[in-house]
Structures are given as structure tokens and as C-alpha cells.
């Protein structure tokens, strides 16, 4: 069956430290994969996505996420982390016709 | 201007009222989506569309339905609304000859059964 999984449901992380986002895939074929950021209030922003070719995909706001398939992993990274990231991070994958989206992480940042 | 949009973008409503919540879009895509979003589980898929014609039911359909106007236009209708049904809504588009299946989303509606 196709799934995602964000195995952490709550992270906190002090500002200026680096950020890792886990997020572990299962889809049967070429995944096409994306995080969304959604801040308090607002709706989804595409952070980045990853269709082929280089693993490791650059996005806005300075984060990176690294494709690894013999993992199914695609986490999302941000080497130094400021207040405004304090938000709630969405993984999907895309199918054919649907996107299948991670139950998410929201992530706390302290001052 | 916003590429899909979507009104009310707050609704509070009581248990038993007919309420739908309205998708626009100019991106000019086939495809339309609803989906709701609650907390700890993330977006689930309720209808989506291929064109005008075509409508299918998602994995939580079960008191929802859905009109297809035009390409542009894809409503949501809660016939009977329930108090679980309060969520944040997103509609989303998508076009497939983009060959990757990114879809773009609305700004949500968030609603609110009393």
C-alpha cells in the first residue's frame, strides 16, 4: 500500500541549531515527492519537491531535503534554524492521480 | 491575484445545515481536488475530478458531495452537516502534462459545526 510517514509528530529545536524532518516513503513506483510548510493560521506552501535526477534538492526559506531510495526516505533539513520556521511540516507523495500526505511534524522553536 | 481560490474562508454553521464551500481557479488545470485537513492526521482526500464529466469518490466521501460546474469550478456541499465534519478544507489543482502530478493549493476554508 502506499503511505508516508513522518515518525515524529512534535520537534523542538533551539534557534541558529540545524533541523532534520524525517520522512519515509512507500509507493511502487518512481515516487514524486514534496514538503509543504503550513504556518499557524495559513494554508499549504510548497517548500520543495523532487521529480528525478540530483538527490538532494534545494527549496525557499533555505531548506534542503535528500531523495535516498534504498532508504524511502526524503527528509527535509535546514542547517540553521530561525523563529519564523515554527510551523507544522507536511511530507506527500504524488500517485497518478493523488497526493498522499505524512500526518505531519510541528516543529517549536526556542528563542 | 491568488490562482485558486476559495470562499468562505471561515464558516461556522449548526448540526443540520446544507453549506457549501465554493473553488476557484484560473490556472487553467483539469484537475480538482478536495481534501480535509485534522489535526495529527494530516490531509485525506474526500473528491477529486478529472474534467468536467468525471467525479470520483476519495477514501472519505461518506457525507459529502461534490459539483463540477465548469473546469474552473469544483463546490463541496455537507448536505446534513455534522460536528465532525469541522476541519480545514483545501481544494487543489493539477495538470498532468506536467508529467509529475504536482497539485496547487487553495488557501483552505476552515469550518466550524456547532
Redesign the interface.
Known sequence: AQSVTQPDIHITVSEGASLELRCNYSYGATPYLFWYVQSPGQGLQLLLKYFSGDTLVQGIKGFEAEFKRSQSSFNLRKPSVHWSDAAEYFCAVSGTYKYIFGTGTRLKVLA | DADVTQTPRNRITKTGKRIMLECSQTKGHD?M?WYRQDP??????IY?S?DVKDINK?EISDGYSVSRQAQAKFSLSLESAIPNQTALY?C?TSDPGQ?????Y????TRLTVT
Open positions: 484537475r481536488y495529527g492526521l494530516g490531509l485525506r482526500l477529486y478529472f476519495g483545501f487543489a508529467g509529475y502530478y504536482e497539485q493549493f487553495g488557501p483552505g
